[in-house]
């Protein structure tokens, strides 16, 4: 049996990366997906890729004009939501001496400004029975050096999982975080040879994740198969913050 039919599952930064090999999972989950991102020419790939059950709506999270072209468009074509994943991000390094305050608003902006105004629009047309599963990182409980406003970033993100829990669970919603560890996507394709070794010795399952291995973990958050699960946060790492 599919594990999300006759749900409709919004993911944003859902055209690249994590958030397109979940998009591409829950749509062979029964779903019907919209995906967002900035990118029209790799949302219209995504489209390709997954085949079926997918939509794409241009925009960026940042953006308020954007978010509300996004949900209009989840009404008017699904008639409400069941499940929202925040997949959107970015990771710029930057050690705190040369930090920028343009750096700061960036990251904050997208990470955690884009991801909570994103939830709050999601909820307003969410049934009970819907799941949120926001994507943090381990940075977000790690020192990280050169990545200090993208760890204390996803540190944000993680927090709100735990007061939307709260606040969401009397409207029958779930909210966890998905923290991923090192894993090979479109984020690190400018990370050299030697930076991958040295991640790849500290992770005790000695390799990077694959984006489909974090799609798996996701569609245990926004099914039914995790019922009693709310407020969690779910690593996949390798095992890397535990080592
Ligand atoms: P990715 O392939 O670079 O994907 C990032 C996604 O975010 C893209 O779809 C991008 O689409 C979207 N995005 C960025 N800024 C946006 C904006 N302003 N508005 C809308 N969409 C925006 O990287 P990824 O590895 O899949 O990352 C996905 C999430 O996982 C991020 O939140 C990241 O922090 C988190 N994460 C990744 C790793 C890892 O090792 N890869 C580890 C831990 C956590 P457009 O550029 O088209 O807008």
């Known amino acids: 049996m599919l594990k999300l039919e006759g749900k ?4 944003t930064g859902g055209n690249s990366g994590i958030g397109l090999a979940i998009a591409q999972r829950f749509a062979q989950e029964g779903a019907h997906v919209f995906i ?3 990118r029209q020419a790799q949302l219209d790939e995504a489209v390709a890729l997954i085949g079926g059950h997918v939509e794409a709506v241009q925009g960026d999270v940042t953006q308020a004009s954007d978010l509300d072209r996004l949900f209009d468009t989840v009404k008017a074509k699904a008639g409400g939501l069941d499940i929202l994943v925040t997949s959107s991000g970015i990771a710029e390094f930057s050690p705190l001496d040369s930090t920028t305050e343009d750096h700061f608003d960036k990251a904050f902006d997208v990470n955690v400004r884009g991801m909570v105004f994103t939830v709050q629009r999601a ?8 799941a949120i599963v926001l994507v943090g990182s381990i940075a977000g409980s790690v020192g990280n050096p050169g990545y200090g406003t993208y760890s204390a970033s996803k540190a944000a993100v993680r927090s709100y999982a735990r007061t939307w829990t709260c606040e969401l ?3 029958g919603i779930r909210v966890n975080t998905l923290s991923p560890g090192p894993i090979d996507t479109p984020m690190f394709d400018g990370v050299s040879d030697e930076v991958r070794l040295t991640l790849t010795n500290r ?7 694959r984006p489909e291995e974090v799609a798996t973990a996701a ?7 995790s019922s009693y699960v709310a407020g969690a946060e779910l690593f996949i790492d390798g ?5």
């Not at 409709?8 to 993911?11: C, E, L, P, W, Y």
């Open 169 to 171: 669970a009397p409207r």
């Open 8 to 11: 409709t599952a919004v993911i």
């Open 239 to 243: 095992g890397m913050t535990q080592s």
């Open 203 to 209: 992770i005790p399952l000695k390799r990077l994740g």
């Open 123 to 130: 909820v307003q047309q969410m049934v009970s029975g819907g």
């Open 219 to 225: 569609l245990f958050l926004a099914s039914a198969d």
């Open 36 to 38: 967002t991102g900035r």
